[in-house]
């Protein structure tokens, strides 16, 4: 027990090291996700601005960045991480790859909560004069707010998730403490701990998004 | 502003002699050799008229409501609202034109996610009102409406009538030339159906709009239209004066919809085969 309180403020750097890498790459992967799912829905053959081109294109696009398993995508955007953050080691390198591999994901989520939406509703929209940009922003996001917060739910746990991965290249945060400490120097307690913070933090994140949820429904 | 009130004088509308929906010789066809869902439809609708459009499920009537709006385009022929050639609108345009109607549909889709006051205030913010305007607008429609009380209440939160409501006062907010009603009366109880008609009429009087009710109810049709047009397969089997076409139908359909129509138990088959054709259905 001596030696994990020894570690404790490792177990407080890490742990605001994961909080740090999840809210920055979350809060960007869910801009981006938004913009680019409901570009998705929009430009659907079922959409209120049909685009084959561009839709197919998005969807490629999408479904491309998400076959690339998470840890070679760590490895394949070294380059361009280095360019953009002028290093590839540290947290805010370990951003990058979890905003480019998460906001494939947050699109397909935030496509399939506004897919949720009444299409009734959106033809009402388009008879009232709304543009396209308009029923999204007036339509489209506001009725699905519950459903959003329930992806963004299921985002920001996924991304904890990748988080270790990129922990482990060099990102910080409890998923590298958990392999340097826990597996290289054989100290299972260390290994526990950060897992029990781990689930703890996953927890907390979904109560609070089935609670906000609730909260934003009016249906 | 005088163009904002609430009331219009009937001279503020439109020309006489231009009629507020003109379909001239509307086909539509949903697959290559199906029978057409529309059949060189063609109808006049007079400014102020209020115009019912009858029928069975499957004879055109959401078709024709859909062409009408907009949400489909006509094989052939032309859709003119208030003298302007709908069918023939770039989407710009076509947006620009679209204050000239106000629809309530079956499902009405409030949004549930607005007000009572951010539901109605909805078109004019669209259409790019100033904020100052849309306020003044918006209570003077829930008041006229009977529900500024809900003002700040979601639409869950409304009776049936009361939700009903709110989809009028939405469709009239662009004081519209033309009021579209998709089967206003149907899925309702008989209490709040009368109160429902009630309102039409009042709507008309006030507002001296053009009003086209899509329905199956013969009866309700009866209670506030100047004019019926009955369709069969996708044809028109006959259209006058409500009186006239009550007291003498001509066509076989008609007869048969009177003869649906006479009690709520027989009525209520009918009602519930028209819930597969709902607006939202393409």
């Known amino acids: 027990m001596n030696s994990l309180l020894d570690l404790g403020p490792e177990f407080l750097e890490a742990t605001l090291q994961t909080l740090a890498m999840v809210s920055v790459a979350v809060f960007c992967c869910a801009v981006f996700g938004l913009l680019l799912g409901s570009w998705l829905t929009v430009t659907s053959p079922q959409g209120i601005a049909p685009a084959r081109g561009i839709h197919q294109a998005l969807a490629a696009f999408v479904n491309l960045s998400r076959s690339v398993p998470f840890l070679i ?30 906001t494939p994901y947050a699109a397909r989520l935030v496509e399939a909560a506004l897919l949720d939406v009444d299409p009734g509703l959106i033809q009402a929209m388009t008879t009232m004069g709304a543009s396209p940009v308009q029923a999204v922003w007036k339509a489209y996001l506001p009725e699905a707010v519950p459903g959003l917060i329930r992806a963004f739910t299921v985002l920001a746990i996924t991304t904890i998730n990748f988080s270790a991965m990129a922990g482990a290249v060099g990102g910080g945060g409890l998923g590298d403490l958990a392999i340097r400490y826990g597996y290289q120097r054989f100290r299972l307690s260390v290994l526990l701990v950060c897992c029990i913070v781990l689930i703890l933090l996953v927890q907390l994140i979904q109560f609070g998004g089935n609670h906000l949820a609730r909260h934003f429904d009016r249906r | 502003m005088e163009a904002r009130s609430i009331q219009r004088n009937k001279s503020q509308t439109l020309p006489v002699e231009l009629p507020a929906v003109d379909v001239r010789a509307v086909t539509r066809r949903f697959a290559p050799g199906a029978p057409p869902a529309l059949d060189g439809i063609s109808l006049q609708i007079a400014a102020g008229e209020v115009h019912g459009v009858l029928g069975l499920s499957g004879a055109g009537k959401t078709t024709l409501l859909r062409c009408i709006a907009r949400l489909e385009i006509p094989d052939s022929g032309k859709i003119l609202i208030a003298g302007s050639d709908w069918t023939a609108l770039t989407p710009s345009e076509l947006r620009r034109e679209r204050g000239k109607m106000g629809i309530v549909f079956q499902q009405l889709h409030l949004l549930s996610s607005r007000t009572v006051a951010a539901n109605v205030s909805l078109p004019l913010e669209l259409n790019g009102t100033p904020r100052s305007s849309i306020t003044s607008r918006v209570i003077e429609l829930l008041e006229w409406f009977d529900i500024a009380d809900k003002a700040k209440s979601y639409p869950a939160q409304l009776s049936g009538g009361q939700r009903q409501r709110v989809a009028l006062a939405r469709a009239l907010a662009t004081n519209p030339r033309v009021l579209l009603a998709d089967e206003p009366t149907s899925a309702l109880d008989p209490e709040t159906r009368a109160s429902v008609l009630n309102t039409l009429r009042s709507i008309r009087e006030q507002f001296g709009i053009t009003i086209l009710i899509i329905t199956h109810d013969l009866h309700s049709a009866a209670a506030i239209c100047d004019r019926i047009t009955v369709l069969d397969a996708g044809r028109i089997a006959e259209s006058g004066p409500a009186r006239q076409i009550l007291d003498s139908p001509a066509s076989e359909i008609t007869k048969r919809l009177l003869s649906h129509d006479v009690s709520p138990q027989n009525r209520a088959p009918v009602l519930h085969s028209t819930h597969f054709e709902e607006i939202g259905q393409p």
């Open chain 1, 73 to 102: 995508l760590i490895v394949l955007l070294l380059p361009f991480t280095r360019f953009l953050v002028g290093t590839s080691i540290g947290t805010a390198a370990a951003i990058v790859p979890l905003v480019i591999g998460g």
